[in-house]
C-alpha cells in the first residue's frame, strides 16, 4: 500500500465569500481538511472531511461557517488536499 500525500493551499477571502468558496472546495471532492482562520491568525473553525461526505451530512458546518462569516471581514482559509 502506498501512503497518501497531502498538500495544503492557502488563500484570504472576504467575509462574504467564505461560505462560497467553502461550498465549492467540497464540490471538489478531494478535500481532506479546511481550516479557517481570522485576520489575526487564530483558528476559529476546522472542518475534517472524510471522502464521500456530502450534502446533508455536511450542511450544520455549513451553518456555523455562515455564522462565522458574518463576524469576519477578512479570514484565510487553509485548504488539505490529497496530492493525486
Known amino acids: 500500500m502506498s501512503e497518501k500525500k497531502f498538500r495544503t493551499e492557502e488563500f484570504r477571502v472576504d ?8 461550498k465549492n472546495l467540497v464540490k471538489e471532492g478531494n478535500v481532506r481538511r479546511i481550516i479557517i482562520k481570522n485576520k489575526e491568525g487564530k483558528v476559529v473553525f476546522e472542518i475534517p472531511l ?3 461526505v456530502v450534502g446533508a451530512l455536511i450542511a450544520p458546518q455549513l451553518a456555523a461557517i455562515g455564522a462565522i462569516a458574518a463576524l469576519l471581514t477578512e ?3 487553509v485548504v488539505e488536499k490529497e496530492e493525486s
Open 75 to 77: 479570514a484565510t482559509v
Open 50 to 52: 472524510t471522502f464521500g
Open 15 to 22: 467575509g462574504e465569500e467564505l461560505l462560497a468558496r467553502i
